[in-house]
């Protein structure tokens, strides 16, 4: 207990996004393993929704934690939203009451990690918190009150199994053209492992963080049609376009006949893509690499002294419908260590 009362939880996301209802499922499965919340049986809630599992914290919370939707924000992929959200949320760290933050992503990350509060967060599924400017390094955030996850090298290992099990000499990725949109493409690590291992890089521009999601899709299917015609594969990134409109951009990599790679694990595999890493085997270990910091801070370890390097496991997913669907052979030892196979 905080002094005979309960630990006063804020939530921060820049909007929502698939891997942040992930990630919060899984925290919330944590916290209860560890006790930390009573309650058990919580839903399963839409991957679009803003402020994943809060409503039901509110109602079904904990001896030991508060969740208020007063303390929870979504700004809505709304840059003006944001400044406002980013505004009233340190103005409530400042005035005291809360007592840790869910930081849920890069603009959460960026909002949170400053000097202009002491109230500790951990910064949750940010594609990169180091080339995004939100921490120091992968051993120190930089800030006594944050920390954050990092997983160092986790696109290179998926762009190099990628290249590994499909050999392509052209590789179409979509980007959107500013610093955060760089940072979701994981573009500089494209470009390494494209000199790496000889293949060429081929990228076209998106609108994708923008409030108009009708114009931003249409964006988003003109790039992919774009790649599907001049790429041998496709890695598809964490675009909110790719997050909400999976199927149909699987069907046009289908009907392209190239292979498809899914930056954000298997449930984007579920969906059509050809192959991605396993989420099953990550999710699980990263409920309790979450829950166990979340529980250290509350006991009193300064966030900056805690672990935040955490690699996904590399576990296969494969869809193999996708695969019989381009004409494409999955290798038999891919197959055997596959932890993931849809589509049979």
């Known amino acids: ?181 760089r940072s979701y493409a994981a573009i500089n690590e494209a470009r390494q492992i494209a000199k790496e291992r000889g293949f060429e890089l081929i990228t076209c521009n998106v609108l994708d963080l923008i409030p108009d999601k009708e114009k931003a899709d249409s964006s988003c299917f003109k790039c992919y049609h774009e790649l599907s015609k001049k790429a041998d594969a496709v890695y598809l990134t964490a675009l909110v376009c790719a997050d909400t409109r999976t199927k149909q951009l699987a069907d046009i990599f289908k009907n392209a006949r190239i292979p498809s790679f899914s930056m954000a694990g298997s449930k984007w595999v579920k969906d059509g893509i050809l192959l991605s890493i396993s989420s099953d085997s990550g999710y699980a270990a990263l409920s309790r690499y979450n829950a166990d910091k979340f529980g250290k801070i509350l006991n009193g370890t300064k966030p900056r002294d805690l672990n935040q390097i955490f690699e996904d496991p590399l576990d296969i997913a494969i869809n193999m419908s996708t695969a019989k669907a381009i004409g494409f052979p999955i290798p038999k030892s891919i197959l055997r260590i596959a932890t993931e196979v849809y589509g049979e």
């Not at 009362?5 to 919060?24: I, L, N, Q």
């Not at 103005?91 to 109230?119: P, Q, R, Y």
């Not at 290179?156 to 290249?163: A, D, G, K």
Request: include cysteine.
């Open 1 to 181: 207990m905080n002094n005979g009362k309960k630990w006063r939880v804020a939530y921060y996301e820049g909007g929502p996004y698939s891997d942040y209802t992930d990630t919060m499922r899984t925290l919330v499965h944590g916290l209860i393993k560890t006790g930390w919340i009573t309650a058990k049986n919580p839903p399963d809630v839409p991957q679009e929704i803003p402020r994943p599992y809060i409503d039901w914290l509110t109602k079904h919370g904990s001896p030991y934690l508060s969740f208020k939707p007063e303390d929870c924000y979504s700004a809505g992929w709304d840059d003006q939203k944001r400044v406002k959200v980013r505004k009233e949320l340190l103005k409530k760290l400042k005035h005291g009451g809360i007592d840790i933050v869910l930081a849920m992503g890069t603009w959460a990350g960026l909002d949170m990690a400053n000097n202009e509060h002491t109230v500790p967060v951990m910064i949750l599924s940010t594609s990169d918190p180091i080339k995004a400017g939100i921490i120091k390094s992968p051993t120190d955030s930089g800030f006594d009150h944050v920390t954050a996850r990092v997983d160092p090298n986790r696109y290179l290992r998926q762009l190099r199994m990628f290249h590994r099990i499909v050999g392509f000499n052209t590789l179409g990725i979509a980007v959107e053209d500013t610093e955060d949109g």
